[in-house]
């Protein structure tokens, strides 16, 4: 499977803010970077050598729930990196 990176979730955020508005602070528009590193690992976390997010669905919703309840992004808009993305 091939998982979005930090860069491509920034990527995503800069195209939406872009596309839909909303502010976004150079370079990357991160408020909480730490919390996008752990999110990054998180996704692709096995225990007992099982994945804990087996579907692409279960996937969405880890990506969903981190950038919107930790607050990422500066601009306040994360529910915009995924409209007209993924849904």
């Known amino acids: 499977m091939i998982y979005l990176n930090k860069a491509d979730i920034a990527f995503i955020n800069q195209r939406t803010v872009a596309e839909h508005g ?5 370079p ?12 990054v690992e998180a996704v692709q976390a096995e225990m ?5 997010y087996p579907t692409l669905i279960d996937k969405a919703a880890v990506y969903c729930f981190n ?3 930790n607050h990422i992004f500066t601009n306040g808009r994360s529910l915009a990196i ?3 993305r993924w849904f």
Request: hydrophobic share 40%.
């Open 22 to 26: 909303g502010n976004f602070m150079p």
């Open 28 to 39: 990357r528009n991160f408020l909480h970077e730490e919390n996008l590193d752990y999110l």
């Open 48 to 52: 007992f050598g099982e994945p804990l």
């Open 67 to 69: 950038i919107i309840g």
């Open 82 to 84: 995924f409209r007209g």
